[in-house]
T-cell receptor, first 112, second 115 residues
Framework: QQQVKQSPQSLIVQKGGIPIINCAYE??????FPWYQQFPGKGPALLIA?????SEKKEGRFTISFNKSAKQFSLHIMDSQPGDSATYFC???????????FGAGTRLFVKA | NAGVTQTPKFQVLKTGQSMTLQCAQD?????MSWYRQDPGMGLRLIHY???????DQGEVPNGYNVSRSTTEDFPLRLLSAAPSQTSVYFC??????????????FGPGTRLTVL
């Protein structure tokens, strides 16, 4: 019940494409869903986050879509660039002390 | 602000040796945690602290000890290193755990190899 399942494990897209990374969770007590971006040799950094009271959130070229009934959420990267090549982690946490649980990560490579 | 700092960046140990990974933050955050990152397994929580003097176990605590004597520092001790502890270790901090919705700020990581 504490797992967050992330797919795909890796993804290659052409510049300008729209990579989509999917995550699914089981614990309905989760109420905060962040995405972290990690470049090689660096620590993860928060990219964008959503709460389940909205179905979509956009920040620049990054969009989270959230489906509460299906317990799924996804990250879309519009007009992807080679500089977006990184590992992306979805995560979930909840009020009442539910600690952050991370997905396994997706390695994205954007071809120039 | 330096944010979250970790030392050392790299470390090689022999099986059975002990060592301490250092972590410090200058953001006055209450909540600090240690994760390990292994290929295909994401980030797994080892130990965390909700304030000075208060620590608790995460998902994979065996073989590790922590203490939190100050708000700023949260060292991770490996008691008797094993090859299974070869990993990249990240320290993170956030303002609080309340509501589960606070951004975690990660350090640059320590790459540990146990021979």
């Amino acid at each position: 019940q504490q797992q967050v399942k992330q797919s795909p494990q890796s993804l290659i897209v052409q510049k300008g494409g729209i990579p989509i990374i999917n995550c699914a969770y089981e614990n309905t007590a989760f109420d905060y869903f962040p995405w972290y971006q990690q470049f090689p040799g660096k620590g993860p950094a928060l990219l964008i986050a959503i709460r389940p009271d909205v179905s979509e959130k956009k920040e620049g070229r990054f969009t989270i879509s959230f489906n509460k009934s299906a317990k799924q959420f996804s990250l879309h990267i519009m007009d992807s660039q080679p500089g977006d090549s990184a590992t992306y982690f979805c995560a979930a946490s909840g009020s009442g002390g539910f600690k952050t649980i991370f997905g396994a990560g997706t390695r994205l490579f954007v071809k120039a | 602000n330096a944010g979250v700092t970790q030392t050392p960046k790299f470390q090689v140990l022999k099986t059975g040796q002990s060592m301490t990974l250092q972590c410090a933050q200058d953001m006055n955050h209450e909540y600090m945690s240690w994760y390990r990152q292994d290929p295909g397994m994401g980030l797994r929580l080892i130990h965390y602290s909700v304030g000075a003097g208060i620590t608790d176990q995460g998902e994979v605590p065996n073989g590790y000890n922590v203490s939190r004597s100050t708000t700023e520092d949260f060292p991770l001790r490996l008691l008797s290193a094993a090859p299974s502890q070869t990993s990249v270790y990240f320290c993170a901090s956030s303002y609080s755990l309340q509501g589960g919705g606070d951004t975690q700020y990660f350090g640059p990581g320590t790459r540990l190899t146990v021979l």
